[in-house]
């Protein structure tokens, strides 16, 4: 892939981020900037580990990988509308 590609592809996602970010209320966006925060001690953030799958294969693994899902919804993320954003370019973010 040639510079300009990468530069026009950086650009490109810069744009779908900033155009979803500006979707989010104040309290959606204090979620995801908590999300995104990296404790003292940790070397990933909250974010990561919940997209992060079971390491394990048995019943407590799953238990604890189902326990931070169910709190995703409280975050109401899917209430916003990304219509604006095409589809193929916000199936690549996700």
Not at 54 to 82: K, Y
Request: proline share 9%; aromatic share 2%; glycine share 8%.
């Amino acid at each position: 892939m040639t510079r300009l590609a990468r530069l026009v592809g950086s650009c490109q996602e810069a744009a779908v981020v900033g155009t979803l970010h500006r979707l989010l209320d104040d309290d959606q966006g204090a979620a995801l900037g908590e999300l995104l925060e990296v404790p003292e001690g940790n070397r990933n953030s909250q974010l990561d580990q919940l997209r992060r799958p079971p390491t394990r294969v048995s019943g407590p693994a799953m238990v604890d990988a189902l326990q931070p899902a169910s709190e995703i919804p409280g975050l109401r993320f899917a209430e916003v509308d990304t219509e604006v954003v095409p589809p193929r370019r916000l199936a690549e973010r996700l």
